[in-house]
């Protein structure tokens, strides 16, 4: 999983490197992809049970799964060679919109390098199997990611990922 998003963040760096946002970075591309591999890290605090169960998990589990990031970013922040990373692993599912975990962080607030993530991550998510449902085209995901805009997923990063999408840039799992 982090080797397939930590390759779609890439392929976003490519369409996003112009970005004003992606300037403030001194090393934007390496920040994006130490950040895409380390994004889960904090799994390793969730019980296997959780991770792999194949029917809809309940409201206490689901909360388990929602630590993840916190604790990721805990593990992280005493290692000071990574700088922000932490920040940016803390907020790879926040939502554009408000409605994220863990902080609740909207638009700008959130890190763009996270806002980054969270589209790359969905893609993965969308167009891979999982315990509980098969996984579904990469036109699914495209269209998804598409229809979220401006709520879920950065406006700009989703241009990002059309423009690159419709070169073929992706790589067309069905």
Known sequence: HTERVTQYCLTLCDEL????????YKNFKETLQVTA????????????GILNKNTKLTKEEFGRVKEHPSTGAAI???IKELGDI????????????GMGYPDGLKAEEIPFISRIIAVAD????????????????????????KDNS??????????AFL????????DGRK
């Open 17 to 24: 490197f112009d970005v004003p946002e992606a300037k403030e």
């Open 37 to 48: 591999l380390l994004h889960y890290v904090g799994k390793i605090a969730v019980p296997d």
């Open 76 to 78: 992280l922040y005493p």
């Open 86 to 97: 932490p920040k940016e692993v803390r907020s790879h599912h926040e939502r554009y919109d």
């Open 122 to 145: 969905t893609f993965d998510a969308v167009t891979s199997d999982r315990p509980y449902r098969q996984r579904s085209m990469s036109e699914v995901a495209a269209q998804i990611i």
């Open 150 to 159: 401006g709520t879920q997923f950065d406006p700009i990063v989703v241009s």
């Open 163 to 170: 423009l690159a999408y419709r070169k073929g840039k992706f």
